[in-house]
T-cell receptor
C-alpha cells in the first residue's frame, strides 16, 4: 500500500462527455504526476503539479487539465472525450520538484472506458 | 514519447531461474528507476540507481547502469511465480519521469 488513493476505480463514459478523476497523495508529499497507460503500453506522462502549480506537461491536448489543492490532492479533468482516451489513468505522488523527486508512489489507477 | 525501451518485450521462465531484462534510453539522465506492475494495477517502485552508480542490489534484485551505452539491466534471481508482472524502467527528463514500454515476465511454477 502506497497511501495514494484514486477514485473512481472504474468508469464508463461516452464520446463527447467530460470526466473528473481524483487522487489523494501520500502524506507529506507535495508533488503529483498524472500518467495515461493504454493497454499493453507504458505509462505516458500527462502533467505534474507542485505546490498547486502545473510544473510541466507532456504531449497531451488542452482538453486534459488538472488541479492541485492546498492539501496536495489532485484532479485530472478530460473534456470532449474521445475513444482513444480509454486507458488506465495513474496518479503518482512524490516529494520535491521535477524529476529530482526520486521514488514515485502510485495509486491503483482509474480505468476509463469511452464508448 | 517513450524514453526507454525494454528488451525483451516478453519473457517466460521456470520458477527458480534468473530473469534478466534490459532498458535502453536516449538522453542523459540523473537517475534511472525500475518499477513493477501487476496486471492492470498501480506501479510499485523497485529500485533507483543514480547516474554515478554502476550497480545496486536490493534483495533478489540486481540493477546495473552503463551511462556510456545508455542502458540498464534488471536481474531477478531465483524467480518465483509471484514475480509474474510487467517491469518498466523510468528515466528522468527535466521535470518528469519517462517510462519504457515494459517487459512482461511470466514465471511458471
Amino acid at each position: 500500500e502506497t497511501g495514494v488513493t484514486q477514485s473512481p476505480t472504474h468508469l464508463i463514459k461516452t464520446r463527447g462527455q467530460q470526466v473528473t478523476l481524483r487522487c489523494s497523495s501520500q502524506s507529506g508529499h507535495n508533488t503529483v504526476s498524472w500518467y495515461q497507460q493504454a493497454l499493453g503500453q507504458g505509462p505516458q506522462f500527462i502533467f505534474q503539479y507542485y505546490r498547486e502549480e502545473e510544473n510541466g506537461r507532456g504531449n497531451f491536448p488542452p482538453r486534459f487539465s488538472g488541479l492541485q489543492f492546498p492539501n496536495y490532492s489532485s484532479e485530472l479533468n478530460v473534456n470532449a472525450l474521445e475513444l482513444d482516451d480509454s486507458a488506465l489513468y495513474l496518479c503518482a505522488s512524490s516529494f520535491g520538484q521535477g524529476a529530482n523527486t526520486g521514488e514515485l508512489f502510485f495509486g491503483e489507477g482509474s480505468r476509463l472506458t469511452v464508448l | 514519447s517513450q524514453q526507454g525501451e525494454e528488451d525483451p518485450q516478453a519473457l517466460s521462465i521456470q520458477e527458480g531461474e534468473n530473469a534478466t531484462m534490459n532498458c535502453s534510453y536516449k538522453t542523459s539522465i540523473n537517475n534511472l528507476q525500475w518499477y513493477r506492475q501487476n496486471s492492470g494495477r498501480g506501479l510499485v517502485h523497485l529500485i533507483l540507481i543514480r547516474s554515478n552508480e554502476r550497480e545496486k542490489h536490493s534483495g533478489r534484485l540486481r540493477v546495473t547502469l552503463d551511462t556510456s551505452k545508455k542502458s540498464s539491466s534488471l536481474l531477478i534471481t531465483a524467480s518465483r511465480a509471484a514475480d509474474t508482472a510487467s517491469y518498466f524502467c523510468a528515466t528522468d527528463e527535466s521535470y518528469k519521469y519517462i517510462f519504457g514500454t515494459g517487459t512482461r515476465l511470466k514465471v511458471l511454477a
